[in-house]
């Protein structure tokens, strides 16, 4: 799998229109400069293309239509000796180109669009930066115990600090509340006031109540004369009461009352 990989070719870059000039010999090591070619009569002009495969990066110098090759320089290396920039401009570089039997030789390369010559530049690095990040991967595959380790343990002397106090008592808070009595039909019921104290509804004067009240009977708790002869307590005064016509209709039936005795009147 991995030599197929090595023999897959990678297009890279192209760009249509570039020129070649022809470099004189440099006289010293201070760079190439684009002025000294005679720029106004390239020797060449073509389309340029970049591919790699494997680790090798190639600048291919080929016909527009035929796509015949005419040059081809080999990169091992970016930067490196086999692609130098020019001191004098952006658009122009020297690359060394091979033949295949040996034979190199050191040409101008230029494009019309200095965006062309950056995207010349960016696609040399990227190549061989994927080509280091490659290297240290399997680097670190052969060796796995070299490679920096995650260490999550506690240092001699480190301590951490844990707030529990506010975990209680959000979970006490929490545990505290009771659900309110459903009612009829499942509603809820409020809760009484505090201290509040309940009261019978009280009629205004001169009207009757709907209904009244009758002793209450425990289970199995029969109603007998002893139960009835038990001392009431004493009625209050008809005047103050609101009870008034009660009143009178009981004392109108007082005679009766009398004449059975034994019996407690309601």
Same mark, same amino acid.
């Given at each position: 799998?991995?030599?197929?990989?090595?023999?897959?070719?990678?297009?890279?870059?192209? =760009?249509?229109?570039?020129?070649?000039?022809?470099?004189?010999?440099?006289?010293?090591?201070?760079?190439?400069?684009?002025?000294?070619?005679?720029?106004?009569?390239?020797?060449?002009?073509?389309?340029?293309?970049?591919?790699?495969?494997?680790?090798?990066?190639?600048?291919?110098?080929?016909?527009?239509?035929?796509?015949?090759?005419?040059?081809?320089? #080999?990169?091992?290396?970016?930067?490196?000796?086999?692609?130098?920039?020019?001191?004098?401009?952006?658009?122009?570089?020297?690359?060394?180109?091979?033949?295949?039997?040996?034979?190199?030789?050191?040409?101008?390369?230029?494009?019309?669009?200095?965006? /062309?010559?950056?995207?010349?530049?960016?696609?040399?690095?990227?190549?061989?930066?994927?080509?280091?990040?490659?290297?240290?991967?399997? =680097?670190?595959?052969?060796? #796995?115990?070299?490679?920096?380790?995650?260490?999550?343990?506690?240092?001699?002397?480190?301590?951490?600090?844990?707030?529990?106090?506010?975990?209680?008592?959000?979970?006490?808070?929490?545990?505290?509340?009771?659900?309110?009595?459903?009612?009829?039909?499942?509603?809820?019921?409020?809760?009484?006031?505090?201290?509040?104290?309940?009261?019978?509804?009280?009629? #205004?004067?001169?009207?009757?109540?709907?209904?009244?009240?009758?002793?209450?009977?425990?289970?199995?708790?029969?109603?007998?004369?002893?139960?009835? %002869?038990?001392?009431?307590?004493?009625?209050?005064?008809?005047?103050?009461?609101?009870?008034? /016509?009660?009143?009178?209709? %009981?004392? %109108?039936?007082?005679?009766?009352?009398?004449?059975?005795?034994?019996?407690?009147?309601?």
């Amino acid at each position: 799998m991995a030599a197929e990989q090595e023999e897959y070719e990678a297009v890279l870059c192209v =760009k249509p229109a570039v020129h070649v000039y022809r470099v004189p010999p440099r006289a010293s090591n201070r760079g190439y400069r684009a002025a000294e070619w005679q720029l106004d009569q390239p020797a060449w002009s073509g389309r340029l293309r970049i591919t790699a495969k494997g680790k090798i990066a190639f600048i291919k110098l080929e016909d527009k239509t035929s796509g015949e090759l005419f040059a081809q320089a #080999p990169v091992e290396q970016f930067p490196g000796i086999a692609v130098e920039s020019v001191t004098d401009s952006s658009r122009y570089f020297v690359i060394r180109i091979e033949d295949g039997n040996g034979r190199r030789a050191f040409i101008g390369v230029g494009f019309v669009d200095r965006g /062309d010559a950056f995207d010349f530049n960016v696609a040399l690095q990227d190549h061989f930066k994927w080509v280091r990040q490659q290297s240290e991967l399997a =680097k670190q595959a052969e060796n #796995p115990d070299q490679g920096p380790k995650l260490d999550l343990g506690f240092k001699e002397g480190q301590t951490i600090k844990l707030n529990i106090a506010n975990m209680k008592k959000k979970e006490g808070t929490a545990g505290n509340t009771r659900p309110r009595p459903a009612g009829p039909g499942g509603l809820s019921l409020l809760p009484p006031p505090p201290g509040g104290k309940s009261s019978a509804p009280v009629c #205004p004067s001169g009207e009757r109540p709907s209904s009244l009240s009758t002793p209450a009977q425990l289970p199995g708790t029969p109603i007998t004369d002893s139960l009835l %002869s038990w001392p009431q307590p004493a009625a209050a005064p008809a005047a103050a009461d609101v009870w008034g /016509d009660f009143a009178k209709a %009981s004392g %109108s039936a007082s005679n009766q009352t009398q004449a059975n005795a034994g019996w407690v009147q309601f």
